[in-house]
């Protein structure tokens, strides 16, 4: 069983500050993902990593996907108040199902 | 182009009772996967169909089934329902069994068991 770490679990920063999430595991992923889920409704892909070493950039956004393919990081820059959510990371080792990370909720205060 | 749509959007049962959980694909994808999740947590992985048939199943008991019909939308169903069943119950479609990159959800089934 692939199990997916996220820290924080809970993260309550100012508008304008910057942030780090984390997603770590024992096993090596063939691709791991990473979701925001706003309340009542279900989570949306934000981007997709494959290459070991690979940093992605979406916006105020950063995904980097470990050497090793084991751990991911979501970074955020001048976080604002549209980007309170849970974030999600996933991983499909297996090609007929996603494993979900345990969810770091964030909170940006305005 | 509708996206995955999921029926009904809130559910109240009580504890012993049966519910069936509905959802359909988006336009183009085959496959459907259910998860349970509970507050605040990632999603847990209940079980996959693909051609109508279970393709892999993740750790829940046997009170936890499922249906995909030849239109590709899907079932859950749960039987003998317990406290702790309550939570939201997300259906994911994508294209074709190898699911590699991309899962589109719906907005959920809000269960609550009383």
Redesign the interface.
């Given at each position: 069983?692939q199990l997916?770490e996220?820290s924080p679990q809970f993260l309550s920063i100012q508008e304008g500050e910057n942030l780090t999430v984390y997603c770590n595991s024992s096993s090596v992923f063939?691709?791991l993902?990473w979701y925001r889920q706003e309340p009542?409704?279900?989570?949306?892909?934000l981007v997709?990593v494959v290459t070991g070493g690979e940093v992605k950039k979406l916006k105020r956004l950063t995904f980097q996907f470990g050497d090793a393919r084991k751990d991911s990081s979501l970074h955020i820059t001048a976080a604002q108040t549209g980007d309170t959510g849970?974030y999600?990371c996933?991983a499909?080792g297996?090609?007929?199902?996603?494993?979900?990370?345990?969810?770091t909720?964030l909170q940006v205060i305005p | 182009d509708a996206g995955?749509t999921q029926s009904p959007t809130h559910l109240i049962k009580t504890r012993g009772q049966q519910v069936t959980l509905r959802c359909s694909p988006k336009s183009g994808h085959d496959t459907v996967?259910w998860?349970q999740q509970a507050l605040?947590?990632?999603?847990?992985?209940i079980f996959?169909y693909?051609e109508e048939e279970e393709?892999?199943r993740?750790?829940f008991p046997d009170r936890f089934s499922g249906h995909q019909f030849p239109n590709y939308s899907s079932e859950l169903n749960v039987n003998a329902l317990l406290l702790g069943d309550s939570a939201l119950y997300?259906c994911?479609s994508s294209p074709g069994?190898?699911?590699?990159?991309?899962?589109f959800?719906?907005?959920?089934t809000q269960l609550s068991v009383l």
């Open positions: 069983t997916l996220q063939s691709s993902q009542g409704e279900g989570p949306v892909l997709t849970l999600l996933a499909s297996g090609y007929q199902k996603v494993t979900f990370g345990t969810g909720k | 995955v996967s998860y605040g947590q990632g999603p847990q992985f996959q693909y393709r892999q993740g750790n997300l994911a069994q190898v699911v590699r990159e991309k899962l959800f719906g907005s959920g």
